[in-house]
C-alpha cells in the first residue's frame, strides 16, 4: 500500500500557491493606488479636462437693407471674402428713378426758395416806394395848409390830400406785413440752408444711399455660409441672404461640470485637441470667462427644479476659451467642431469674474455719414437752379 503523505500535502501547496498569488495581487494594487494618489497629488489635482468642448465663433447675418431683386450672387458657399468686397447686387432701376426724382425735387424746391429771398427785396422795395409817397403826400399837405388861410387852396382839396394821406399810411402798413410776412420764410438762414432745401437734400442723400445699398458688400473677412438666395429672388429689408464666418475669430465654449470649477480662474492655461486633427496638432489658449448660468437655466425650456419629481444632475457651466491667433492660423477650426479642453489650475491669482471693459467684440466698417459725390452733386443743382453764374 502507498502512504497517505503526499495526498495530504498537496492542498497545502495548492493554499500557498493561491496566497502567494493574492499577496502579490494586493502589493500590485497597493502600490498602483499609491502611484496614482502620488501622481494625483503632484499632478492630476491641479488639471481638469472636458471633452464636452465644441468651436464658436461670431456668424455675420448679411441682410438686405432695400427692397429689390437679385441681378448678381459674386462669391458662391465656402469662398472666403473680404471686407468690402461685394456679395450680392440688386437691381438699380427703382433706385435710381428715386434718385433722379429726389434731383427733381429738390430743383423744384430751391427755385421756389429762391423765390422767396427775391419777394423779400420786391417787399422792401415797394415798402420804400409807399414810403416816399407817404412823405410826399404829407409834405404837400403841410403846403397847403399853411397857404389854405388866405384862400388859394380850397377846404375840399386840403380834405382830399388829408384823404390821400390816410390812404398812403394804409399802404405803407401793409407793405410792411408784406415784408414782414416774407421774411418769416427766409429770415436767420441762407437759401442752402433753408428748411425747405435742407429736407430736399436729405432726400437726396437717402435716394442716394438707397442705390449704394443695391451691392451688399461683406461686412468683415470671412467664409461664405448658408447662402439661401438665388438670382432673380425678390428680397425686402431684412430678408437673410448669407452668412459670412470670420473663422480668424473663433474660440472653444468647454461645458465643465459645476464641481470642476471650484479651482478654476480667468487667465488660467488652456491646452486643447480637436478632432478633427487628432491628438498630433496642440492648441494654446486661456480662460477668458465663465457664463453667467448654466447650460440648463439658458435652455429653450429651463428645467422646474422646484417640481415634485426632482432628480438631482450634475449642472454644466460653459467656460469660454481663446484660442492663439498663430496656431489658429495654421490649423483652422471651423465652428462647431469638436475639441479636448485641459484647464491648468496651478495659476491661482486670477479673478472669477470678467472686469467691465469697453472693448468691441466685433465691428463692421462704418460709411462715411457723407459721401462727397453726393454733396458735390447737391451743391451743383441748387448753384443751377438759383441761377448762379458759373455753376455746371
Do not use: C
Request: proline fraction near 6%; avoid cysteine; glycine fraction near 8%.
Amino acid at each position: 500500500m502507498s502512504s497517505p503523505e503526499p495526498t495530504r500535502e498537496a492542498p497545502r501547496e495548492g493554499a500557498s500557491k493561491r496566497r502567494r498569488g493574492l499577496l502579490i495581487l494586493a502589493a500590485l494594487v497597493i502600490v498602483a493606488g499609491l502611484a496614482w494618489g502620488a501622481y494625483w497629488f503632484a499632478h492630476g489635482r491641479w488639471f481638469v479636462a472636458t471633452d464636452n468642448a465644441y468651436v464658436g465663433g461670431p456668424i455675420v447675418q448679411v441682410t438686405a437693407e432695400i427692397t429689390g431683386t437679385v441681378r448678381t450672387v459674386h462669391p458662391t458657399e465656402t469662398e472666403s471674402v473680404r471686407a468690402g468686397e461685394p456679395l450680392l447686387d440688386l437691381d438699380t432701376a427703382d433706385a435710381r428713378v428715386a434718385l433722379d426724382a429726389a434731383l427733381a425735387d429738390l430743383a423744384h424746391t430751391v427755385r421756389q426758395v429762391h423765390g422767396s429771398f427775391v419777394q423779400v427785396e420786391r417787399a422792401r422795395a415797394q415798402l420804400a416806394a409807399h414810403e416816399v409817397e407817404l412823405r410826399r403826400a404829407q409834405a404837400d399837405f403841410r403846403r397847403r395848409s399853411s397857404i389854405s388861410a388866405g384862400g388859394a387852396v380850397s377846404t375840399e382839396e386840403i380834405a382830399h390830400a388829408s384823404e390821400a394821406i390816410e390812404g398812403l399810411v394804409a399802404g405803407v402798413r401793409a407793405a410792411r406785413e408784406e415784408l414782414n410776412l416774407a421774411l418769416t420764410q427766409t429770415q436767420g438762414t441762407t437759401l442752402e440752408r433753408h428748411p425747405q432745401v435742407a429736407g430736399a437734400a436729405t432726400r437726396v442723400r437717402d435716394a442716394a444711399l438707397a442705390l449704394k445699398r443695391t451691392t451688399i458688400a461683406s461686412p468683415v473677412d470671412g467664409v461664405v455660409g448658408k447662402k439661401g438666395v438665388d438670382v432673380g429672388q425678390r428680397v425686402a429689408p431684412g430678408t437673410p441672404l448669407l452668412a459670412v464666418v470670420p473663422l480668424q475669430e473663433v474660440w472653444v465654449d468647454a461645458n465643465f461640470k459645476e464641481v470642476q470649477l471650484r479651482r478654476m480662474h480667468i487667465g488660467q492655461p488652456v491646452t486643447m485637441h480637436a478632432d478633427l486633427y487628432g491628438r498630433g496638432v496642440t492648441y494654446h489658449g486661456r480662460v477668458k470667462g465663465f457664463s453667467p448660468g448654466t447650460g440648463a437655466a439658458f435652455a429653450l425650456l429651463p428645467a422646474q427644479n422646484a417640481s415634485g419629481n426632482w432628480i438631482k444632475i450634475v449642472q454644466r457651466v460653459p467656460v469660454r476659451i481663446t484660442l492663439d491667433p498663430i496656431e489658429l492660423h495654421e490649423h483652422p477650426l471651423r465652428i462647431g467642431l469638436s475639441m479636448g479642453v485641459e484647464v491648468d489650475l496651478h495659476e491661482q491669482s486670477g479673478p472669477l469674474l470678467a472686469a467691465p471693459t469697453r472693448q468691441v467684440a466685433a465691428s463692421m466698417p462704418q460709411n462715411p455719414e457723407r459721401d462727397p459725390e453726393v454733396e458735390a452733386t447737391i451743391e451743383r443743382v441748387i448753384a443751377q437752379s438759383a441761377g448762379r453764374t458759373g455753376a455746371r
